[in-house]
């Protein structure tokens, strides 16, 4: 790991990083527009073709909405709620305005700008691609400056660190444990305790989030003003319902169509509908429209219209009646007309920007608690508050130099995560060190007093948690009571379908927690403009084992799928397209649990290479989703050519 003795330093280093990992992010869409056509991009999912564009109005915040729609019907594509998009006539360049999905049915999709969204997008046989988004970079730039004014910060990122610091337990800390193991309280009292920095360390179903939620009710109830972040929606979407739980007053930051429904009561957005100052400028908004569709019948003021003239020469032209250079009187009282439209167009939007501006700062400056995005965390709304405390959750899923977006906004620090699952997602090679994340490097470098782990797991069997916890958790988890030894057998409903197949009889056996099902007579395919594979035995394998399961009483619910390759996700989901089963990607997974997990491993040849399957902090999150059951799909000959994957399987064996 690179260290740092001076921050100017540390600074130029990662923004080197963030530019590298910023030019690949944009390379990678703007790549594929160029080299594939429309019709390509289309059935990968990232691109819609044939679109007619019209008006749809004004969304919440005053953004402009544009509806796109297609007949005939939309193709199955990746493109959702929240993802930046550009539209264009014919091929896009990449510099197109970009705009947000913020609806979608089976014929249309409906787009918000925030500014006045290019005439084209009116018209028809419109493209629209899946794009991204640069202001994540900008603000993770802007993260690293702002440290000049955090010499505390400053300190422990160059791991200059003092450690002799004493920190004492508050006796007068209460919190309320009827849900907290001793582990999770004590982990709580030294987080509180701590006048600077703490890091969670929650390994898979030990309750990171629901212990990190306890201690923002004690920050909570202690006055403190909170900073709640997360690397995702979902993330955050997942400790704002615990918040609310716990009856937390929170407010949640950003684009709602990006939010958990049932938390929409919860958004800044949907709390201003019912602020004054809020309603008064909608009252506004709405007459800036009608004055912009009155201003349409007379002419702008642009520069070849007004050839020099400035507003004020062409009002009092207007006003005496004359001619101007060739200019018609007649032209030049429409050119003045549109001109004091937009005066009052001009004075109404200051008027209603500074209602809304007001609005929004009454409803945060009154918040204990704001959610949000770690990137969002950098935007504008927040620019002017500093807060007591800053939690990141899941920060091991976090860049260093997106981590530090939300912890220059305070004054002491608490993040959570493992190190052990997922790292952070990285793009560009030149910029693999972000690969590290804040926390694992912390976690190295910090004092013990800073730093503890909860050992207490809530989710697996002990059989099911057994290598994970040898592997990456010296062993120091335990199973809770409740979970050790829980089957199957303990579900409503469930009982054995007996199967002639062997391999499936172990499968549909409640009391065997863990199973390697062998399959050695499926070789790992490739698409040639694909770096994915798949496995057509190990789909159809999949499929049995999956049948057997329902047929066994088990709910489509209980069930998850989950493989290293979108090739193999993909097309899991199209030979279960029927069985309303959860089927993702491992990374796709983290975070989520079943009672039933069953993993497809893919990777079958004679040279027994198993690629990226070597990334065992993936390994870790794979083995630990499922609660009662985890059936692993594999070729042993393939797989044990790795020593891990040898002693996993040879682990499961003796069980």
Known sequence: MKRFTDITKYQVYFEGLIQEERKAEMDFHLNEILLLTGRQREQKGRALLTLSGRDAGTGIGGVYLVKLVRGSGLPDNEISNGDVVIVSKDKPTGKEEQATVVGKTKRSITIAYNKVPPYLVYGKNLRLDLFSNDITFQRMIDAIKQLNQLPILQEYIKANIAFNQEKVIDPNLTIDGAFLNPKQMNIIQKAFASNDIFLIHGPPGTGKTTTLSYLIKSFFESGKKILVTAPSNTAVDNILEKLQALKIPSTRIGNPVRMDEDLLNLSLDVQLQDHPDYQQANGIWNKIQILKKEQ????????????????????????????????????????????????????????????????????????????????????????????????????????????????????????????????????????????????????????????????????????????????????????????????????????????????????????????????????????????????????????EITDALLSSRLFPADIGIISPYDQQVSRLKSALRDYHIEIKSIDGFQGREKEVIIISLVRSNQEGNIGFLRDYRRLNVALTRAKRKLVIIGNPKTLESDPTYKALIENISIQ
């Open 296 to 543: 349409d019948d007379y002419i702008p003021a642009s520069g070849q219209n007004r050839r020099g003239l400035s507003d004020q020469k062409i009002v009092q032209l207007a006003s005496a009646k004359k001619s101007y250079r060739g200019i018609q009187n007649s032209k030049i009282r429409k050119m003045a007309r549109w001109i004091k439209i937009q005066q009052e167009i001009n004075r109404n939007y200051e008027e209603a920007q500074a209602l809304q501006t007001q609005a929004i700062e009454s409803i945060l400056e009154k918040s204990a608690v704001i959610c949000s995005t770690n990137s969002t965390a950098g935007s504008e709304l927040l620019k002017d508050i500093i807060f007591d405390i800053v939690c990141i959750d899941e920060a091991t899923q976090s860049t260093e130099p997106e981590a530090l977006i939300p912890l220059v906004k305070g004054r002491k620090w608490v993040l959570a995560g493992d190190h052990q699952q997922l790292p952070p997602t990285v793009k560009a090679r030149e910029a693999s060190s972000l690969s590290i994340s804040l926390f694992e490097r912390f976690q190295q470098e910090l004092p013990e007093d800073r730093i503890d782990i909860l050992t207490i797991q809530y989710r697996m069997h002990q059989e099911i948690m057994r290598f994970s916890n040898d592997r990456f958790y010296q062993n120091q988890l335990k199973a809770h009571p409740s979970v050790k030894h829980h089957t199957l057998l303990d579900l409503p409903g469930f009982e054995s379908f007996p199967y002639i197949n062997p391999k499936i009889e172990e499968v549909v056996k409640a009391t065997k927690p863990i199973v390697f099902i062998p399959c050695t007579e499926g070789l790992e395919e490739q698409l040639a403009d694909s770096y994915s594979f798949f496995n057509q035995a190990e789909i159809q394998l999949t499929k």
